[in-house]
């Protein structure tokens, strides 16, 4: 049976064992300790042993046992031994046992119960960990005895704690009495002790690595001293099984919906499925509750989210979301996609944007995908497809901000044939590298299209059409010189369910169109300012032949004009879609120009330009008004990193007519190290819009930071944020203020977000989110906001360890 390409995983793991407990991972670490197998010991550890013993022992794993002898070295300044019965060992003393060493100052062993006894500080490294304590007493092979007031640090994680009495009852059973776990420092600059600033806290932790669970007691989680979560009791699994439980409770606020709290509690189904189940209250709003339910089996995925909100205090009605997707490939060559989006109302997307997944979150998509390829031959593909593709259009009551609805298709039925082949009769004429190939390709597709319910009136109705695209081309490609002509026709014939402007109710045409790409890549090398470069030249031709087809009656389902760039200009149509196809007889012309530096590559510099020339009049034409221009606006581009903390790029369309700008995109970036961005972009379209985009994340105060990977944090207190503003209307329409404050083992964000909803309409949310490293964030998802409005925006904390103060 196929597997899904893309797996879609359950969630890892739950709520308490990596989220609540990662204590529980320390007192799991200990349990390892005699499981040990290669020997090894820190640096400064004895090379020359006084005593070498092998020890017959027996370790459980898994469920099974199996005999192996591993080597007991001890040394010590002093030792006395009696044959087969006990060795004492005074100053210094340092055991290894496997992957575990130990350090004390007197030691015993008994060699009849294989017993190790330290009445003393007894100091133990297993794997990097490390473990302090008084009075050891532990037998070897059963991997039975105590550990009174041990301290503990994780290599993992970096974190550390303490517990009153550790109780190791067999090689798969742990107990620890009043354990804590906390990355924060424990000890100032001078050594003395430190309370932590947060601290996670049991009463008692018991592990059974047998049943691969854990059982805790009495669980608090103090922040600065305040309990922020806490459990009576509960269980949870080791290692990366999932298992029912709570997760970190979500807090947020907006000027819509008030102040806003739920809490998680994750259900673990079966090994392929699991849900989350999210009771949340909204101060202004009542009480409701989001839900999401995920399944996975080898051949299918599939993905449940629903909000519901019983009684909105403000609207006075029920509120709901919905949203299902899915794939499934119920063969190697047969593929099903799904995915639906609907909600209660209109303004749903403004009052509950965060439910809203969408990412046009006024257009909402129902969409059902069926296809299936293969191959006849070699060199000939094919593809079938069907699709079902329907829209919720939510419309303003303002007639100025209502939008245009796209069209449904119910439904899309269409197979796709691509063919390439090498021409054999020029074999013998042609090196293989030139050699061309008859590239060709062949779509033939019915379309029912038809309007929403909330398509705006004056909108045509929908109707039937059938289209085919087809193109041959024969490519003649070399390193750096390319050739490609090629022949594209486009049919299509329509059936409307209302007469169109002339009366008909059919209508067909065919539009061929000739096209010849031609381009070279030259590359020299040189200097500049003593920097050994690579220089590039690549200038480009793209001559279009089509000609002139009536469409002015047709029906337009799908098409629009191009947006002016580099790729529409070297297209051979400046529309998208099927329905329009401009005629055109036009050279575009253009060349780019690269400097790279030779040691690496990196792109230092880059310049080009492209404009288009028509030779005679166009009668379709995606700008109305333009139609007798000859020479098309130039577009020139570049980008520069001539100097490492600075980014530069931009686009200016130039009208020569006029002997001024069109649109402009210019942007700038100074990064001159880590957690140190400021971003300024300037946007300008004549008569429309003229904008300033300015994103930044800089270090404001504190102390210098540094993180375990080595990469330096300057301060404690951070800003981070992006402020658009519209020149033209002489406002801010969206906004993101952050303050971010790293403490080295926990990080504050704060935030406001404000966005427009509409002309004289915006909503504001507030954003508070607390993230203990090493253990899990509470509150709203900040730090997602973040990442996805600020470019260049690096966390301050990560999976990568926490921060440490030097």
């Known amino acids: 049976m196929p597997t899904v390409p893309h797996a879609h995983r359950p969630r890892a793991l739950p709520p308490l064992s990596r989220r609540l407990l990662p204590v529980a991972a320390a007192c799991w670490a200990l349990t390892t300790l005699a499981a040990a197998q290669t020997p090894s010991a820190p640096e400064g550890a004895a090379s020359e042993p006084v005593a070498l013993r092998t020890v017959k022992s027996t370790v459980l794993r898994s469920g099974t046992s199996q005999t192996r002898d591993k080597a007991l070295v001890l040394r010590a300044e002093r030792s006395t031994a009696q044959l087969g019965q006990t060795l004492e060992a005074e100053g210094d003393v340092q055991l290894r046992y496997g992957d575990t060493w130990l350090r004390t100052e007197a030691l015993r062993f008994v060699e009849s119960r294989n017993e190790v006894v330290a009445p003393g500080p007894v100091r133990i490294e297993h794997l990097g960990s490390q473990l302090e304590g008084r009075g050891l007493r532990l037998e070897l092979d059963a991997f039975l005895g105590e550990l009174l007031a041990p301290t503990y640090r994780l290599a993992i994680t970096g974190g ?72 009576p009791s509960f269980s949870f699994p080791l290692g990366d099984q999932r298992r029912s439980g709570w997760l970190p409770p979500h807090l947020g606020a907006d000027n819509r919906s008030g102040v806003e709290v739920a809490t998680p509690y994750y259900f673990n189904l079966a090994d392929n499925a699991d849900a989350t189940v999210t009771p949340f209250v909204m101060t202004r709003r009542g009480i409701g509750a989001d839900a999401e339910v995920r399944g996975l089996l080898p051949w299918v995925a599939s993905e449940v989210q629903a909000s519901w909100l019983p009684h909105d205090r403000v609207l006075g009605g029920d509120r709901w979301a919905l949203r299902w997707s899915g794939q499934a490939y119920p063969s190697e060559s047969l593929r099903v996609q799904w995915g639906t989006e609907r909600v209660s109302d209109d303004d749903y997307w403004k009052d509950l944007r965060r439910r809203v997944i969408s990412p046009t979150p006024r257009l909402l998509a129902s969409d059902l995908q069926l296809s299936q390829s293969g191959a006849w031959r070699d060199g000939l593909g094919w593809e079938a497809y069907a699709r079902v593709q329907r829209w919720q259009v939510l419309q303003a009551s303002d007639v100025s901000s209502q939008i245009l609805s796209p069209y449904q298709r119910d439904p899309q039925i269409g197979i796709r044939l691509q063919s390439d082949g090498e021409l054999g009769l020029l074999a013998g004429f042609m090196p293989r590298q030139h050699r061309p190939r008859l590239e060709g390709g062949l779509e033939l597709e019915l379309n029912r299209f038809s309007l929403p319910s909330a398509a705006l009136p004056g909108q045509t109705r929908g109707g039937d059409r059938l289209h085919a695209l087809g193109h041959l081309a024969l490519p003649v490609l070399d ?105 055109t007889r036009q050279l575009a012309f253009g060349a780019v120009s690269r400097w790279l530096n030779a040691a690496d590559g990196e792109e230092l510099l880059r310049l080009g330009l492209v404009q288009r020339y028509q030779f005679r009049t166009q009668q379709i034409n995606p700008t109305p008004g333009l139609t007798s221009r000859r020479f098309s606006d130039l577009l020139l581009t570049g980008a520069a ?21 069109v649109r402009s995109v210019l942007r700038a970036r100074f990064s001159p190290g880590p957690f140190r961005s400021v971003s300024l972009a300037y946007r300008f379209q004549r008569d429309q819009s003229e904008q300033l985009d300015l994103a930044w994340q800089w270090p404001l105060a504190g102390k210098r930071a540094i993180s375990q990977s080595g990469q330096s944090c300057q301060g404690h207190w951070y800003s981070a944020g992006r402020v658009q503003y519209s020149l033209r209307e002489r406002r801010v329409t969206d906004s993101l203020l952050g303050l971010e404050y790293n403490a080295s083992c926990w990080v504050l964000r704060m935030g406001v977000e404000r966005l427009s909803t509409g002309q004289s309409q915006t909503s504001t ?39 440490a103060i030097p």
């Open 160 to 231: 550390s704690g303490q517990a009153q009495r550790l109780d190791f009852l067999g090689e798969q059973r742990l107990r620890a009495d009043a354990a804590s776990y906390s990355s924060c420092p424990r000890v100032d600059d001078e050594g003395r002790p430190l309370a932590p600033d947060w601290e996670l806290r049991t009463d008692r932790l018991e592990l059974d690595l047998v049943r691969n669970e854990g059982r805790a007691q009495g669980a608090v989680l103090r922040f600065l001293g305040v309990p922020l979560l806490a459990a």
């Open 479 to 583: 390193p750096g010189w390319w050739i490609i002509p090629r022949l594209d026709v486009n049919a299509a014939a329509y059936r409307v369910r209302s007469p169109m402007t002339d009366g008909r109710t059919r209508a067909r045409r065919v539009v061929p169109t000739l096209s010849l790409d031609l381009g070279l890549a030259l590359e020299r090398k040189a200097q500049w300012a003593g920097r050994d470069l690579l220089q590039s030249l690549e200038p480009r031709l793209l001559f279009v032949n089509t000609p002139y087809r009536a469409q002015d009656a047709l029906p337009n389902y799908d098409s629009a004009p191009r947006d002016f760039n580099v790729e529409s200009l070297y297209a051979i149509n400046p529309f998208t879609g099927i329905d329009r196809v401009a005629d």
């Open 641 to 661: 990193h001539l100097h490492q903390p600075w980014w530069l790029d931009g686009a200016v369309q130039f009208n020569p007519d006029s002997q001024r700008s």
């Open 765 to 803: 949310r507030f954003l508070v989110q607390l993230e203990l490293n090493g253990l899990s964030r509470l509150g709203a998802n900040a730090l997602k906001v973040l990442r996805d409005n600020v470019p260049g925006y690096r966390p301050l904390a990560s999976d990568n360890g926490p921060y």
